[in-house]
């Protein structure tokens, strides 16, 4: 595998990791058969994809020799990260709706003193 990596796919897992930047070293299972299961993944384990041909890696299932992602012709590596952005999304969107200050007579905080407190609800999410 690429050392070097930004995103990490395990096909078999449906599971997509960012490795750098902003949330670096999550991962997120991708529930959506119709997308892992197009013809183009069928004899892909897994692919590491750096920021330059030289720092991809798809890995195949069988005993193909390990290609460079542009090579495998698997398409834009934005369809797994933007399917890692929405589900970042929704992470941090359940974040901010769990976190909830009480006063000490239990009352809890109104909308706009907890947006003063931790901002705006986030409504977008782009790596």
Known sequence: MATSANWTVVMDDKLVIKQTGDAAGNGYVIDDDAFWSQSKFS????????????????????????????????GSIQEFTNRWDAAHLVRLQSDWD?????????????????????????????S
């Open 98 to 126: 769990m976190d909830n200050y009480f006063d000490e007579t239990g009352t809890q905080e109104t909308a706009d003193a907890k947006v003063a407190r931790i901002g705006a609800r986030p409504t977008s999410y782009t």
């Open 43 to 74: 004899n892909i384990w897994a692919i590491q994809h750096g920021t330059t041909p030289n720092t991809d890696e798809v890995e195949y299932r069988d005993d193909t020799p390990h290609s460079q992602y542009d090579e495998a012709t698997l």
